[in-house]
């Protein structure tokens, strides 16, 4: 089983800055294969990025994702008040699917 | 518009069974294969289960195993998550959302693509 952990786990940054969010893989996972989410509290979770770097469809370009092998981020360029929420990488492999345990974005 | 509407939650003591629905409108349902995924307060995303888009195939994460069966209705548009056994840890919101499976020329790609609002199931003596 592939583990994800994110890093940090909470991030305090004010709206106009620049987010890195980190997903580390315990073993390589095809880039095809990983995707970011965002989750606000009462709401269903709102895919952003597929194939390590592909935008969702209606997802602004200031939301970017890279990566390969053991290592995937999640870029927001400038932070908009409507950004902070909880961010979770997820992988498939092997007909399984896991989440990394979420970064939480907050307002600083 | 894709809509997925989870229902069936509620309260149940530890042992006892539940069967959540999702009532699924706005999309070819039968061309897609189907998931669950929960979240228990204050925690977050735990894959549950995945179902084919015929339903003929089904996997499950090794916490549901044995307890949980997934299924589905075409002629309903309706997708199941039958959980018996259920144990306090089970508490969640459960969500149901569509597994999207596509190829380009360099690769396969799978991703959960729509979700619903969620039910919750809470498991307490």
């Known amino acids: 089983e592939i583990v994800l952990t994110q890093s940090p786990g909470t991030l305090s940054l004010s709206p106009g800055e620049r987010a890195t969010l980190s997903c580390r893989a315990s073993?390589?996972?095809?880039?095809?294969?990983l995707a970011w989410y965002q989750h606000k509290p009462g709401r269903a979770p709102r895919l952003l990025i597929y194939?390590?770097?592909s935008r969702a469809t209606g997802i602004p370009d200031r939301f970017s994702g890279g990566g390969s092998g053991t290592d995937f981020t999640l870029t927001i360029s400038r932070l908009e008040p409507e950004d902070f929420a909880v961010y979770y990488c997820?992988?498939?492999?092997?007909?399984?699917?896991?989440f990394g345990q979420g970064t939480k974005l907050e307002i600083k | 518009e894709v809509q997925l509407l989870e229902s069936g939650g509620g309260l149940v003591q530890p042992g006892e069974s539940l069967r959540l629905s999702c009532a699924a409108s706005?999309?070819?349902?039968?061309?897609?294969?189907m998931s669950w995924v929960r979240q228990a307060p204050g925690k977050g995303l735990e894959w549950v289960s995945v179902?084919?888009?015929?339903?003929?195939?089904?996997y499950y994460a090794d916490s549901v195993k044995g307890r949980f069966t997934m299924s589905r209705d075409n002629s309903k548009n309706t997708l199941y998550l039958q959980m018996n056994s259920l144990r306090a840890e089970d508490t969640a919101v459960y969500y149901c959302?569509?597994?999207?499976?596509?190829?380009?020329?360099?690769?396969?790609?799978?991703?959960?693509?729509?979700w619903g609002q969620g039910t919750l199931v809470t498991v307490s003596s």
């Open positions: 959302a569509t597994r999207e499976g596509f190829s380009d020329s360099s690769g396969y790609y799978r991703f959960f693509q729509d």
């Open positions: 706005g999309f070819i349902f039968s061309n897609y294969a």
């Open positions: 179902i084919s888009a015929s339903g003929g195939t089904t």
């Open positions: 073993q390589s996972v095809t880039s095809h294969y």
């Open positions: 194939g390590a770097s």
């Open positions: 997820q992988q498939y492999s092997n007909s399984r699917y896991s």
